[in-house]
């Protein structure tokens, strides 16, 4: 990246304070600044930008951080706390039906990954929970895109339920759950077309996929290179389908994924898996603290604070 | 869809509600820039710019820093008229390079320009050099049908400068005006894939002398500050001739591109706006400066975060 990390500058400034031998207000100010603009070129939102720093600097000033003889990482630490924190602490969990078939839905903008996410994290539960999926391919809008999931399907030894592209995918979805449950696959993914959150058209068309379904999971697959829109878009998914996680993908590129920080804050909904490439095995689970020290490019930031 | 008022209209609004140019207005001016991904370090120097402006002016209000603003923003956007043009060869085959991340819409940019073209009178061929993806010459392919084109594809998983070498071959022998070459998605940090990019535009560079005509980098707008990164890489790659900025028909902004014209100097050409034949325009800077201000005065969007 082109960016010194946050805590290379958040050192500099304090050895800068240190000079003058006390922490001042007016230094935390300065502190916050540096914050701000980090969590900006991280493509965090700027409304969350703004009241997440406001939380530091409360909390920097509130405390010890004046009287440590360490402010620095004092507040380095502050910062990566509260972001741990807002990323969702604690890893969460996959959520498996108890009656099976486990229905899981992705849904998402054009592009961001939701096709090759249903492929992988198929495989993925397939192997870690011993299940046997089938894929229902309900996008009939996209060039291509029924060959894609059977292509992918084919590579994984998955089967793929489609209908052409002729047919309505709310009816597709209903005849893949009948199959299923004739083929006794207790793990069915809707892979479905990438749409605009503010296309009223195709965001009911998902809200009756999900009357259908009753999925366990609902995905929003996001770019992780997303900007400032991304509170907007998770937002709407959110209000009309009531989201119950969301994938990151492409975190295999060099962005900060600040979008990640975004998301959560503004939906409250844990990011459950990122995407690391295109490969099929590519999928990992999400760690937020990992996330939080990307987001602020402080990856030696826990190092530098044990040293402390 | 957006109604789209002019420009200048927005501004007026801006200028109504704050009169006097002080910190406050500057401050807002800021956020709405930041908020359209135009990223901090461009929004930082623009506004450092206007704020020069308009103390050598002496602009105490902000109706006469109007002007200012439109002439700054359009300045970081276009720095002449036929940029935005698609550069041709005038006596035979021009070949044209389509790069950029995985999803931002290179294969539908194709497809779309593929139908602007002939509709131009020109012969096109296309060229599936996407040999990775699932499904990704069929696509092209639905395209190249859509068009009325033809495709000139291998099998998937085949090498992509051969698919490229093959298509060259048959643009000659047709005498075609235009080939269109489709490539995977790659992420710019992908080293050996940044690499095959290379070797792709060799060959082309080999076989046509003088071209690739155009090499464009395809950008979704909803890309926030990496989109800098791509610019970067890719031109290090390819030699990126212009961008092309999908996805105009959401509700990101696509700020990122004025961030890329003042750092890299590489001119947006085209804009995408949706997933259909015709969804695809020339750039054009003032209704795209508009855009950014188009929302400023929705009542919820500057409620509390
Ligand atoms: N590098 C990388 N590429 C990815 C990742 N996930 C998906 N992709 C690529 O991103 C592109 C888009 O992925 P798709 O799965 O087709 O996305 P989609 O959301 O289904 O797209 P639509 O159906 O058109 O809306 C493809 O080139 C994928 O190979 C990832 O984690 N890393
Ligand atoms: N709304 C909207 N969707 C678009 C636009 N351009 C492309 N898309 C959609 O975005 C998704 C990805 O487009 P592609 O053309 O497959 O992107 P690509 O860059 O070729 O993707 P890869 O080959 O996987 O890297 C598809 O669902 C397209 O229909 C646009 O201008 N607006
Ligand atoms: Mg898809
Ligand atoms: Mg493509």
């Given at each position: 990246?082109?960016?010194?990390?946050?805590?290379?500058?958040?050192?500099?400034?304090?050895?800068?304070?240190?000079g003058k031998?006390?922490?001042?207000?007016?230094?935390?100010?300065?502190?916050?600044?540096?914050?701000?603009?980090?969590?900006?070129?991280?493509?965090?939102?700027?409304?969350?930008?703004?009241?997440?720093?406001?939380?530091?600097?409360?909390?920097?000033?509130?405390?010890?951080?004046?009287?440590?003889?360490?402010?620095?990482?004092?507040v380095?630490?502050?910062?990566?706390e509260?972001?741990?924190?807002?990323?969702?602490?604690?890893?969460?969990?996959?959520?498996?039906?108890?009656?099976?078939?486990?229905?899981?839905?992705?849904?998402?903008?054009?592009?961001?990954g939701?096709?090759?996410?249903?492929?992988?994290?198929a495989?993925?539960?397939?192997?870690?929970?011993?299940?046997?999926?089938?894929?229902i391919?309900?996008?009939?809008?996209?060039?291509?895109a029924?060959?894609?999931?059977?292509t992918?399907g084919?590579?994984?030894?998955?089967?793929?339920?489609s209908?052409?592209?002729?047919?309505?995918?709310?009816?597709?979805?209903?005849?893949?759950?009948?199959?299923?449950?004739?083929?006794?696959?207790?793990?069915?993914?809707?892979?479905?077309?990438?749409?605009?959150?503010?296309?009223?058209?195709?965001?009911?068309?998902?809200?009756?996929?999900?009357?259908?379904?009753?999925?366990?999971?609902?995905?929003?697959?996001?770019?992780?290179?997303?900007?400032?829109?991304?509170?907007?878009?998770?937002?709407?998914?959110?209000?009309?389908?009531?989201?119950?996680?969301?994938i990151?993908?492409?975190?295999?590129?060099?962005?900060?994924?600040?979008?990640?920080?975004?998301i959560?804050?503004?939906?409250?909904?844990?990011?459950?898996?990122?995407?690391?490439?295109?490969?099929?095995?590519?999928?990992?689970?999400?760690?937020?603290?990992?996330?939080?020290?990307?987001i602020?490019?402080?990856?030696?930031?826990?190092?530098?604070?044990?040293k402390? | 869809?957006?109604?789209?008022?002019?420009?200048?209209?927005?501004?007026?609004?801006?200028v109504?509600?704050?009169?006097?140019?002080?910190?406050?207005?500057?401050?807002?001016?800021?956020?709405?820039?930041?908020?359209?991904?135009v990223?901090?370090?461009?929004v930082?120097?623009?506004?450092?710019?206007?704020?020069?402006?308009?103390?050598?002016?002496?602009?105490?209000?902000t109706e006469?820093?109007?002007?200012v603003?439109?002439?700054?923003?359009?300045e970081?956007?276009?720095?002449?008229?036929?940029?935005?043009?698609?550069?041709?060869?005038?006596?035979?085959?021009?070949v044209?390079?389509?790069?950029?991340?995985?999803?931002?819409?290179?294969?539908?940019?194709?497809?779309?320009?593929?139908?602007?073209?002939?509709?131009?009178?020109?012969?096109?061929?296309?060229?599936?050099a996407?040999?990775?993806?699932?499904g990704?010459?069929?696509?092209?392919?639905?395209w190249?049908?859509?068009?009325?084109?033809?495709?000139?594809?291998?099998?998937?998983?085949?090498?992509?400068?051969?698919?490229?070498?093959?298509a060259?071959?048959?643009?000659?022998?047709?005498?075609?005006?235009?080939?269109?070459?489709?490539?995977?998605?790659?992420?710019?940090?992908?080293?050996?894939?940044?690499?095959?990019?290379?070797?792709?535009?060799?060959?082309?560079?080999?076989?046509?002398?003088?071209?690739?005509?155009?090499?464009?980098?395809?950008?979704?707008?909803?890309?926030?500050?990496?989109?800098?990164?791509?610019?970067?890489?890719?031109?290090?790659?390819?030699?990126?001739?212009?961008i092309?900025?999908?996805?105009?028909?959401?509700?990101a902004?696509?700020?990122?591109?004025?961030g890329?014209?003042?750092?890299?100097?590489?001119?947006?050409?085209?804009i995408?706006?949706?997933?259909?034949?015709?969804d695809?325009?020339?750039?054009?800077?003032?209704?795209?400066?508009?855009?950014?201000f188009?929302?400023?005065?929705?009542?919820?969007?500057?409620?509390?975060?």
């Open positions: 990246m082109a960016f010194e990390s946050l805590a290379d500058r958040l050192q500099a400034t304090m050895k800068k304070i240190r031998g006390k922490v001042s207000e007016a230094d935390v100010k300065q502190m916050a600044r540096e914050v701000r603009l980090a969590l900006l070129e991280a493509d965090v939102n700027f409304k969350v930008v703004k009241s997440f720093v406001k939380r530091i600097q409360e909390r920097a000033v509130g405390q010890d951080v004046l009287k440590s003889l360490t402010p620095g990482q004092q380095i630490k502050v910062v990566q509260e972001l741990t924190e807002l990323m969702g602490g604690e890893q969460t969990r996959l959520n498996l039906a108890l009656k099976p078939p486990t229905v899981i839905l992705f849904v998402g903008l054009q592009g961001a939701k096709t090759t996410s249903a492929a992988k994290l495989n993925y539960i397939r192997k870690m929970h011993n299940k046997k999926p089938l894929m391919a309900a996008d009939i809008y996209r060039p291509a029924i060959k894609q999931l059977q992918l084919s590579q994984l030894s998955i089967p793929v339920f209908l052409g592209d002729q047919i309505n995918p709310v009816e597709i979805v209903r005849q893949g759950l009948e199959q299923a449950s004739a083929d006794h696959n207790d793990l069915v993914m809707i892979d479905t077309a990438g749409r605009l959150h503010v296309d009223d058209a195709l965001m009911d068309e998902l809200e009756q996929i999900k009357a259908v379904s009753h999925p366990d999971e609902i995905f929003l697959v996001v770019d992780a290179m997303t900007g400032q829109d991304a509170v907007n878009v998770a937002n709407t998914f959110n209000e009309r389908l009531d989201l119950t996680g969301v990151m993908t492409k975190l295999d590129g060099d962005t900060r994924g600040g979008a990640a920080l975004s959560r804050s503004v939906t409250g909904k844990p990011i459950k898996f990122v995407g690391m490439g295109e490969k099929m095995d590519a999928l990992e689970p999400f760690h937020p603290d990992r996330m939080a020290s990307r602020l490019g402080m990856g030696d930031v826990l190092s530098l604070i044990e402390a | 869809s957006k109604t789209r008022r002019s420009f200048s209209d927005q501004l007026n609004n801006l109504k509600r704050y009169r006097k140019v002080d910190e406050d207005f500057f401050e807002e001016l800021e956020d709405l820039l930041i908020e359209s991904d990223g901090v370090t461009t930082m120097d623009l506004v450092e710019k206007l704020k020069d402006e308009s103390r050598t002016r002496n602009i105490k209000d006469e820093l109007k002007e603003i439109a002439e700054v923003l359009s970081f956007l276009t720095r002449d008229e036929t940029e935005t043009q698609l550069n041709m060869n005038p006596e035979g085959l021009s044209f390079l389509m790069v950029g991340v995985n999803g931002a819409g290179k294969t539908t940019t194709i497809g779309k320009l593929a139908g602007r073209l002939k509709n131009q009178g020109k012969s096109v061929l296309l060229a599936a996407d040999t990775f993806r699932a990704a010459i069929d696509q092209l392919q639905v190249g049908d859509r068009a009325g084109v033809d495709v000139i594809r291998h099998q998937e998983g085949s090498d992509p400068a051969s698919v490229i070498f093959d060259i071959k048959a643009a000659k022998s047709r005498k075609t005006d235009v080939l269109l070459c489709d490539t995977a998605g790659r992420l710019q940090n992908k080293v050996n894939l940044m690499k095959e990019l290379e070797k792709i535009k060799r060959v082309i560079e080999r076989e046509v002398p003088g071209a690739p005509q155009e090499v464009l980098l395809v950008l979704d707008a909803t890309t926030g500050q990496n989109a800098l990164n791509q610019a970067k890489l890719f031109r290090q790659a390819s030699d990126v001739t212009g092309v900025l999908t996805k105009l028909d959401g509700t902004k696509g700020g990122i591109v004025l890329v014209r003042h750092e890299l100097n590489i001119p947006v050409k085209l995408g706006l949706g997933e259909k034949m015709n695809l325009q020339t750039f054009d800077a003032d209704a795209f400066i508009y855009g950014l188009s929302e400023l005065f929705s009542d919820d969007n500057h409620a509390e975060a």
